[in-house]
């Protein structure tokens, strides 16, 4: 059996899967000051009455480290960055302890200037003083040549807890990005580290000893033992879960549009031919940008609970949430109430909702039942307006080359997959008002919960070689061999397919979940000085895609 | 936080996937450490630059710029398309006020492109700088567009394009055409006799370096900018100007191409030559772009310069303040230049050769201009090639006047179909373009 946790801002959603369906599920409400004690909460109520011994499986999915962004509860990192030509370094100072240093790698990872041991000596006095435990080093263009980030951690390491290197985070480009992403790992790591020990011992107890899997923003799981190098990977894992368990009732080779519809937001997303499209580049939420990958989803603050208002004459929706729906005890007018007044929605107290579409209804001049068609239209309005302008942004990504100008993919969705709360009841207005296909997922209120649960653990792998040096290296993976003048591309994807494996093996992967392997990224150059070849440069990116493990889909409910 | 003062549309098109052939400079590594330099900076993530995607051009947008012998389809490839659409990308989001200013990172590059081609020249196949213009002119009816092109290269392809158009201002920065391809772009060709000065050539001695270029830039440059005062500043940016650059023999740095840049500001950059792609382009590219956007770069320095050993000789600097005075001196006589360059309503003849170096093709031109001081006056070009190909093509300005409009016609309706393989009308008053 196994089991899917996902613990939301304001729910928990937990379930219990064995080979023949939803055994249990759970939806409790987040104690956001306490979320050791409802991840607990919710794994004794699922294991009552069941044997520990036949849970195969564990993934749990927090918004530990996203709320301790929020809420600025964060070790103090010391960083330690060094540029070379270029950006000035100052404009990405994470906090008072940063520092630029000298030393400098150009782009094809050729030491330009050394790193000066002295100055790095006189750092580490200085963060140590100040009581710094934590520290995060990062040269620019250390996925080329990471060694001075190596010659600064010998250094730095007897006199910190745990020193962080960007070349570590990930294998792609972006010194800004790995500068935040490197920092972000550094705060989070003790926090991260004590909750899930804690968790760990407790499932112990429980008689729970299998490995514990952590869901990442990416849709994949990574072992507990992994998660501790990497937390900031946990970041947004929560829109991750639900787009999983959306996964089951995408089509087959055609796109799809995933809709979490919240109490505050909606989640949007995007499957292709039931794989969930990726971030370019890692997470971005407004100025924050790292190098973490994550599912391309974007939020639009709109949901069930969201506040409706009258201003200037005109219908407004959000983005703000005072509280419940005025049906279920909350003070103001929402889409829920609407969906209530509709008839559409059988459950919370009508009287209370038609009070507050009322006065919608009054100011707009117009019945409580076409107030509340009209809250309902705008809201589906508003969230498909959205989507379609992400729609358009994906297709217009900008591309490299010639073949993918001219044969680049264009998504283009034939379905959408709704979740979330309101689903069932929005499901047949969209439909009705876009004429796409649209279902609501069914256990559309636990799908993130279960697909926690059967995600399988994704990794990706970026591997350099440069014949003209004589090297083949992937940094991130602390990877280096020397190659000779005629090393070839067949080589080159054979070391990463290896190399692959074992980074998802050692992530916690079951060995009958890894082979859906893609190739992400293949590039070839020819390296010419003087009209004359000199070698070659070839650049391979290699990915498990995030997807469900398999056995299990046709265990889940169909609509 | 980092956040550009200026809002900067970019285009990045490398073409991964296309060279001229496996071992020529043009080819697909050029723009990859430029990317990787780029990227890396996360110069995409800062706030107020915008990647744009390029656009795919038209056969009619390369009409209103050329005469391509036998048919466009034939000189072209889908490269040549994509990269011309860089520009026109950046043009588009820049006329349409999207952005402040825009600067197109692409190759294939195009400035050696004459009015007819038959094929590569220089490494150039169409003019993407004068497509580019072409479009803004017709899409967005800005009369007066200067380019001014700072590639070490004599720009010929489009100081051949605006040969005869006194509203485009077109000048270019180069080294001395006795020491470098295309050896052209003397002071002494000033434009046609319609457009006398409108066409600025200014030759440099190679071991110019920043202090000569920058010298050029505020005492010539500048002030004849400010003087014709144009609604569009347009750069072709190449940058084998840089002292490591494998083809050519200047020394201009990576933070003078960024200053030039500051000072020249303008609306539209697009990438034209550069060919040392390690040690130049990444780091001349970023300076580019920080300049354009506004944002600091003093950090954007080559690992390896050392500005003593790039100073230039004192002799050198006199020759570039001698050039400087020549051609502001043309400049400033434009006008009488003009009146004495022909009667109104006569022809003008001129002979060419033209040898198309990268494709390896001999073309012959006989040119005619109506002598005109009302609009740029209409002409036809009888161009025969070695390939075989014969054409007559009559270009009709897009401010012509009505009397060259009715020659142009006429010219068209007189020329004799057996002795062409194609007659084609460039009526750039209605954007049409006519084979007969």
Redesign the interface.
Known sequence: MIIGIDVGGTHTDAVLLSSSGIEKKIKEATDSTDLFHTILSCFKKLLEGVDPKKIKRIVISTTLTTNAIVQQDMNPVGMVVSAGPGINPEFFRTGDHYYCVSGSINHRGREKAPVNEMEIEDIAKKMKKAGIEYVGVVSKFCVRNPSHEIVIKRILNKHFKKVFLGHHVSGNLNFPRRIATTHLNAAVFSLHKSFFEAIKDSLMQMGLSIPIHILKADGGTMSLESSMLFPGQTVLSGPAASIMGAIPYAPKKQDAIVLDIGGTTTDIAFLVNKTPLLEPMGIQRGRYKSLIRSLQTDSKGIGGDSVVRIKDKELVIGPDRKGPAMAFGGPEPTPTDALVVLGLMPDGNKENAVKGIHQIALELGISDAEAADKIFKKCCSIILKKTFEMIDKINSQPVYTVHEFLEGYKISPRKILLLGGPAPYFAKKIEELYHIKTIAVPESSVANAIGAALARTTCEISLNADTEQGIVTAHEEDFAEPISKTYSEDDLIETAHALLKEKALHSGADPDNIDDVEVVEFQKFNIVRNFSPKGKIFRTKMQIKPGLINGFETILPHP | ??KASNKTGL????????AID??H?E???RL??T???V?????F?I?GII????E?ITTRDIRRAHFCVPDEKSIT???HL?SAGGAKAIANAVLNKEVKNGFALVRPPGHHSMRVSHGGRGFCHINIEAIMVEYIRSHFGLKKIAVIDTDCHHGDGTNDIFWHDPDVLFISLHQDGRTLYPGTGFTGELGGPNARGSNLNIPLPPGTSTEGYLYVIKNCVLPVLEEFKPDLIVNSAGQDNHYTD?LTNMNFSAQGYAMLTSLLKPDIAVLEGGYSI?GAL??VN?GII?AMAG??Y???????YDPEQLKQSVSITDKIKKTTDIVNNYWKGRNELRQKAGTPGNFEIRHREIFYDTDNIFERQKEKIRICRDCGGCFEIDSSASTGNHILGVHIPINACKTCIEEGYRLFDQADKSKFDQIILQDRTKDIYEIK
Request: proline content about 13%; glycine content about 4%.
């Open positions: 936080m980092l285009v990045f098109f490398p073409a991964f996937d296309w496996p071992t400079p080819r697909e590594e990859l450490y990317q990787d330099q990227i890396e900076e996360g110069v993530d706030s990647e744009y995607k390029p795919l490839t889908e490269s994509i494998p390690e990444p780091y970023l920080l944002i600091d003093s950090g954007v320095v080559e690992p390896d």
